[in-house]
């Protein structure tokens, strides 16, 4: 039911782990034309502003939009984390298995009856055009009639007092993923550390399941620090029902 380790006295080790987190990078070519919409959209008055619905503390002259996933310039960037959406689940699944959390409806055999299908629906995506200052406090993203849904974003521009292009030791301009508290204290406790940080990257994207924690640190300086969000929603089919993670412990198999 995890990483699983024998050590020199026969003694069987059980890591077990937490969540997925999925990593892509997109062409040129996407970036360019994310970024073309993005401005676009930053320039038109009419855009429709999404702050209401968002946790990030933005001042002017800071935006956060809603983006119109039918946007033509969207449309390659959509397919893109739609496959993506779909290998994240995949490899969910097979990582179950591989753990031994899989799906089984004959412990003796392994063999699984059911529907594992599923349906991916991009249900909403906005757009962060981030200044100094601005920050987005730890917070997860629900779907409303979504039970099941992943989130995502990619960052498209990053200013130069963000972390490691200003030398900087600290977290600015990072985002950090949080699954757990007292995070500097998880070896006395004997846990995996549940903080993650990704730097920024242009044209780098992350998936995760939507109820994972994140937060954005501010950075200082001039420029724009821009990134698109999105949940998507995920519909499973009938079988997923029967998933009855087994979670047993290996035995130590002794000769
Ligand atoms: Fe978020």
Excluded at 71 to 76: E, I, K, M, R, Y
Excluded at 116 to 127: D, E
Excluded at 140 to 147: A, D, L, V, Y
Excluded at 193 to 203: A, C, F, K, M, N
Aim: net charge negative; charged share 20%; glycine share 8%.
């Amino acid at each position: 039911m995890g990483v699983i380790t024998v050590d020199k006295d026969n003694l069987l080790h059980t890591s077990i782990p937490n969540h997925q987190v999925t990593e892509g990078r997109v062409s040129e070519d996407i970036v360019k034309d994310l970024l073309k919409m993005c401005d676009n959209m930053y320039e038109d008055p009419n855009s429709e502003p999404w702050d209401a619905n968002l946790a990030g503390v933005m001042r002017p002259p800071a935006k956060q939009l809603l983006i119109d996933i039918e946007n033509p310039l969207f449309n390659n960037f959509k397919g893109i984390i739609l496959n993506a959406a779909g290998n994240y689940i995949d490899n969910y699944l097979r990582t179950l298995q591989e753990i031994g959390q899989g799906p089984t409806n004959d412990s003796q055999t392994g063999e699984y009856e059911g529907d594992l299908n599923y349906k991916i629906s991009l249900t909403t995506s906005w757009t962060v055009h981030q200044y100094k200052n601005d920050y987005n406090p730890i917070h997860n993203h629900t779907i409303p009639g979504w039970e099941s849904g992943i989130s995502g974003f990619i960052h498209l521009r990053v200013p130069a007092g963000c972390y490691e292009i200003s030398n900087s030791d600290a977290p600015d301009g990072l985002t950090m993923f949080n699954w757990g508290v007292n995070p500097k204290n998880f070896v006395n406790e004997f846990k995996f550390s549940p903080l993650g940080s990704i730097i920024p990257e242009v044209g780098v994207f992350y998936m995760f399941p939507m109820w994972l924690n994140h937060q954005v640190y501010p950075f200082k300086g001039p420029g724009q620090r821009l990134s698109i969000s999105w949940n998507l929603g995920v519909e499973w089919g009938d079988g997923i029902d029967l998933i009855y993670p087994p979670a047993m412990f290996k035995r130590l198999q002794v000769e």
